[in-house]
């Protein structure tokens, strides 16, 4: 088993940054891939962001592309998501997910391990 903590969500204006972090602890010695995902009230999660498992490869949803980066420090076993020029539809509950698959996928039903989320509210 693999338990998942976010952490870093809060209140920012729009315009502003935030930096979200995943910590990993269990069962982590394996190539898991990680994956950020939102949801929003009334509004389906939806996917952010993933990376690989070797760090190699990472995934954007269009929406977030040129303003997030996601990085992993295995060494930590963290993966972070650097969120910038945030806008208020960035406005979420933003979950990490693990997956031993170790491709950086944008299913989330190939996610086998799941965070409690953090919240993220991005003021006009």
């Known amino acids: 088993q693999v338990q998942l903590v976010e952490s870093g969500g809060g209140l920012v204006q729009a315009g502003g940054s935030l930096r979200l972090s995943c910590a990993a602890s269990?069962?982590?010695?394996?190539?898991?891939?990680v994956g950020w995902f939102r949801q929003a009230p009334g509004k389906e999660r939806e996917f952010v962001a993933a990376?690989?498992?070797?760090?190699?490869?990472?995934r954007y949803a269009d929406s977030v592309k040129g303003r997030f980066t996601i990085s992993r420090d295995d060494a930590k076993n963290t993966v972070l998501l650097q969120m910038n020029s945030l806008k208020p539809e960035d406005t979420a509950v933003y979950y990490c997910?693990?997956?031993?698959?170790?491709?950086?996928?944008?299913?989330?039903?190939?996610?086998?391990?799941w965070g409690q989320g953090t919240q993220v509210t991005v003021s006009s």
């Open positions: 997910a693990a997956t031993p698959i170790g491709a950086a996928t944008r299913v989330a039903n190939f996610y086998a391990y």
């Open positions: 990376i690989s498992w070797n760090g190699r490869i990472t």
């Open positions: 269990g069962r982590t010695s394996g190539p898991y891939a």
